[in-house]
């Protein structure tokens, strides 16, 4: 799910040729590996229909430099894109901020890519917020902005 969102999220802002080179076999044991030493600290979630995953989401601990205790971060939310405009993403979005309040979040972050128009549409509904925060971002030999959002919780 996560390298089809990719091609599918960032295939007008990313080389072609280092989208059709990302691999599933390499994501998926990269993704074990992080959720095996996650901790407890970070929360992932999945949205299923009908038995399938269509969604993921993961939260924690803002890792801004200067973040408090109070502090959380969306790291990553993908849904599958046959299920975009669904409801998969806002659903997660909002289970994600429910539960990072529940934890004693009293603010979230998110860092989009400046020209995920979608992304930064989607993410102004769900209650985000650009903070003027932008860092660069650099894959596939291309430096893109990342600009953050945050909510308020």
Do not use: I, Q
């Not at 059709?20 to 044991?29: I, R």
């Not at 901790?39 to 995953?53: Q, S």
């Not at 890792?63 to 993908?78: F, K, N, Q, T, W």
């Amino acid at each position: 799910m996560r390298v089809e969102g990719w091609r599918s999220a960032y295939r007008d802002l990313l080389p072609a040729a280092y989208l059709a080179a990302l691999s599933v076999a390499e994501d998926t044991e990269v993704r074990r590996e992080h959720l095996a030493r996650a901790g407890e600290e970070v929360v992932h979630l999945v949205a299923e229909r009908d038995g399938e995953v269509v969604g993921w989401a993961a939260f924690g601990p803002d890792r801004s430099p200067g973040a408090g205790p109070g502090d959380g971060e969306l790291y990553a939310l993908y849904a599958r894109p046959d299920v975009v405009g669904t409801g998969v993403g806002r659903a997660l979005t909002d289970e994600v901020a429910a539960r990072a309040a529940a934890r004693g979040c009293a603010r979230l972050s998110l860092w989009v890519l400046e020209g995920n128009a979608l992304g930064r549409r989607f993410y102004a509904k769900a209650g985000f917020v650009p903070d003027g925060a932008c860092e660069p971002w650099e894959v596939g030999g291309t430096t893109l902005a990342e600009l953050r959002y945050v909510r308020t919780l």
